[in-house]
């Protein structure tokens, strides 16, 4: 019988075996093999990491490890088979002090690009100064994780943090994604993003919760903070009940923005907090706080430097909107201070759920939405050449028009940032922002002329 087999075997055509073999090439490639890791002695899972090739997936069964992670391979995919519920990373960071030393728990280091880590539960030990889970490189995904700090700690104790790379490096972390992690417990910050951090950055669709003001009283307890980054879309988020800010930007980064919307912020000391690092640092960061629910905050915005919020279309926890003791001092939402433009603002829970400004302002990621930003740029060059010619023409009637040409600077300065940000699609989100914002600038400037030239 063998020998008729192998006299059967060899009546194949070449051809079929050939496909065969192609078909099985495509089938497993070279490289992307699947690890399983079971708990164990020492360190099982940075073993599966030494041990994987870039593209590799590592599978960690449900169990509690110990120790910390480096992932220093590009575009492995790190996931619990189980869930966070049963699947658990402990890890006690190293004293150095107040401040982090920027290497987390589970670290992707400086350079590490395409790296997923998903489904696990990374909690935090005292002494800690240092991040639960630190990203250094660019296009990485964390996601689905719960990541528990230590409050107790005197330490900087941050959960996630995208950033901590000199600011004369060559590549900033860019385009990292922190989506749908449940962060929580931290005596620093929940979300950190800077120190330094690039362009397209996103935090979207987390829990950000009862972070409490620990080793550093002024640093610590907010929710999300930003600072020395250039580019973060904050959206979709719930944050509730930081003893500091639910969402802190210090406005550092020379010309970067922050677009913080969709989010509910509710229940935290302040929920939206704008500040100057220190005297003499520049505030040229552009802060868009829209389309958000703000409300039960000690205070809702507040903006401790000149440069003006817009915070608008927000809802404030009442129809009457915020209180502010000489723009709306009927309103009774949320406080806001002073260069907070809140004005109009929402009148419903979920206030752009219906708008097409939906479309323009949610987190799109990657590049998808450059084609969008051109145009919003192209529209603003063509509206800003009709409003000079306005202009022009109340000017040769001698017409008071200071507050146009204000309103004319301030949009060419917005028009110019946005062309930097969509210049070879660097940040189209940011771009498409400031084109707007600029678009709105110019149309109030051409109201005013035209009611003048009327």
Known sequence: MRVKEEKDMKKVPLTILIVVCLVSFCYQPLGAATHHVFPGPGNPIQTAINNAQAGDTIIVHAGTYTGQVTVTKDSVTLQSSGGAAVTIIDYTGVWCGYWST?????????????????????????????????????????RSNVVVGDPSSSGQDIGIHIGNVDETSEQLPSENKIVNNDVYNHAGSGIFVGNWAGVGNVISGNMVHDNVIGGIPGLNGNGIEVDR????????????????????????????????????ITGNGTGVLSEQWRPGATTSATVVVICNNILNNGFGVFNSVQATINAKT??????????????????????????????????????????????????????????????????????????????GDAQLFNLDTSEVEELVEEAEILLEKARIFCKKGQNCIAGNTLAIEAQNLLEKARELLESMLS
């Open 314 to 391: 927000n809802w404030w926890g009442d129809a009457s909107g915020p209180y502010h003791l000489l723009s709306n001092p009927s309103g009774i939402g949320d406080d806001v201070s002073d260069n907070v433009d809140f004005i109009p603002w929402g009148v419903v829970v979920n206030p752009c759920a219906s708008q097409e400004a939906q479309l323009v302002n949610s987190p799109v990621f990657g590049r998808k939405i450059c084609p969008l930003a051109d145009y919003n740029v192209r529209k603003a060059e063509e509206l800003l050449e009709t409003v000079k010619a306005l202009l």
């Open 102 to 142: 920027g290497v987390g728990g589970v670290d992707i280091p400086y350079g590490v690009s395409g790296v997923t880590v998903e489904g696990f539960t990374i909690v935090g030990g005292s002494p800690a100064s240092d991040a639960l889970i630190s990203v250094g490189g660019d296009n990485n995904v964390i």
């Open 229 to 264: 980054a250039l580019g973060v879309v904050v959206a979709n988020n719930s944050v509730y009940k930081n003893e500091a800010a639910g969402i802190k930007v210090v406005r550092t980064a020379p010309n970067a923005v922050v677009n913080v919307n969709r989010n509910t």
